[in-house]
């Protein structure tokens, strides 16, 4: 994957393969036992130069491609995958900061993300409404020269820590999804409610929480995205975090396959290493192949993305796929270390519980065989 990259490219993958060395593989497994989202180590994120990798740059940012920065999260999800889509999720919001921000909102918030003084989160999810999220039910309601916001989000990724919320409400209940539009709330704001960080299965680093907001008054300065053009930015950043998502499953895989590969060129039984049983072997080719084909779905979506197409089936792909393959490889990889791929002290299980995340993040495996199903459909229709 490295020839596609410039050099200044493969300069910054140096950075970021040391920076999971240093700062992400040893700490992961402290971060999950302690059930907590490593704030100190996202703000050596932002010292490295990892936050504005997709900004562009004459706002300070790296201006990466799509093809270049689901690298750079393959690479960091070896590491730890939850800390990885937190720092995803940021740099999100700071590329469409720096390319949807009125004059004031990036004067006031874009240096101090790229540089780790503030973090940002999307909240779009809410508890009755995850896969249909034209549904969302948080009201914004003009109230003198602003508005006045009430709702609850759910599943905020970034929710335990995050300084800026970029807030998805609904104007205009009869137009339906074009009636959402998007606002930059500070945290801190007078009617937000911040919830306790979820306990889950694992990706604690993620700091998932919910969000509620009571009457929370913002002024129109804080109006981020019109309605229609707010929800359709939501989707077509879903896209291109489903290919992250995807690369990040596969930075997954490739840290078990080398875990298992270790541990069985070492480990010695019945006489001989663990390496040398063919089914052994077979088990961790066949990991090998889904890690290769979800490699190469995953590049085909950025490469489409990065022509300027929406790669909506493209990124559904390789997020199914990748997904679907890192949840039974890692799992056939924790098989073939027995019982010693299930200690904390090694990263297959936190991995394990994040392949099953990523199941469920920007859109659940069924709604990528939506997405699929539909174009099969439209297909067909064109050649009748």
């Known amino acids: 994957m490295d020839m596609q990259l410039t050099p200044s490219e ?84 700071i590329a469409s900061l720096a390319r949807n921000g009125s004059p004031a909102q990036r004067a006031r918030y874009l240096r101090d993300m790229i540089e780790g003084r503030r973090f940002g989160a999307f909240l779009l999810t809410e508890p009755d409404a995850g896969s249909d999220a034209a549904a969302i039910s948080t009201r914004a309601v003009r109230n003198g020269d602003g508005w006045a916001i009430d709702g609850r989000k759910a599943w905020v990724s970034n929710g335990a820590f995050a300084d800026l919320l970029c807030v ?4 205009d209940p009869d137009q339906g999804w074009r009636g959402i539009a998007a606002f930059l709330v500070e945290a801190d704001s007078p009617g937000v409610e911040r919830g306790e960080p979820y306990t889950m299965m694992g990706g604690h680093a993620l700091g998932v929480s919910d969000m509620t907001f009571r009457n929370c008054r913002v002024s129109d300065d804080a109006f981020f ?62 990991v090998a192949t889904e890690l290769e084909a979800s490699r190469l779905l ?6 489409a993305y990065d022509r300027g197409e929406t790669a909506m089936l493209e990124a559904a792909h390789a997020k199914k796929f990748a997904s679907r393959a890192a ?23 936190r991995h394990l519980a994040c392949a099953k995340m990523t199941q469920f993040l920007d859109g659940a495996s069924e709604i990528q065989n939506l997405v699929i199903a539909r174009e099969l459909i439209r297909r067909r229709a064109e050649k009748k």
């Not at 490739?254 to 060129?265: F, G, K, M, Q, S």
């Not at 663990?274 to 961790?284: A, T």
């Not at 949840?327 to 299980?349: E, F, I, N, T």
């Open 168 to 171: 998805y409400a609904q104007t």
């Open 327 to 349: 949840l039974k490889g890692l799992s056939d990889c924790m098989q073939v270390m027995g019982a010693a791929g299930y200690r904390a002290d090694r990263p297959l299980a």
């Open 225 to 286: 995205l019109p309605p229609e053009t707010a929800f359709k930015g939501a989707m077509a950043g879903i896209n291109s975090a489903r290919i992250a998502v995807g690369a990040m499953c596969c930075g997954m895989m490739e840290c078990a396959l080398a875990e298992a590969l270790d541990y069985a060129a070492e480990r010695r039984a019945f006489g001989q290493a663990l390496l040398d049983f063919q089914g052994l072997q077979w088990m961790l080719a066949e």
């Open 298 to 303: 995953t590049a085909h979506a950025a490469a």
């Open 10 to 93: 493969r300069h910054i993958m140096e950075t970021v393969r040391q920076f999971a060395r240093d700062h992400i593989a040893p700490a992961a497994a402290g971060w999950e036992a302690e059930r907590r989202p490593p704030i100190e180590v996202f703000r050596l994120a932002a010292d490295a130069g990892l936050c504005g990798l997709l900004a562009p740059a004459d706002s300070g940012g790296s201006n990466l491609r799509l093809t270049a920065a689901i690298q750079i999260a393959e690479v960091l999800a070896g590491a730890c995958m939850a800390f990885t889509f937190g720092l995803w999720v940021h740099n999100n919001l």
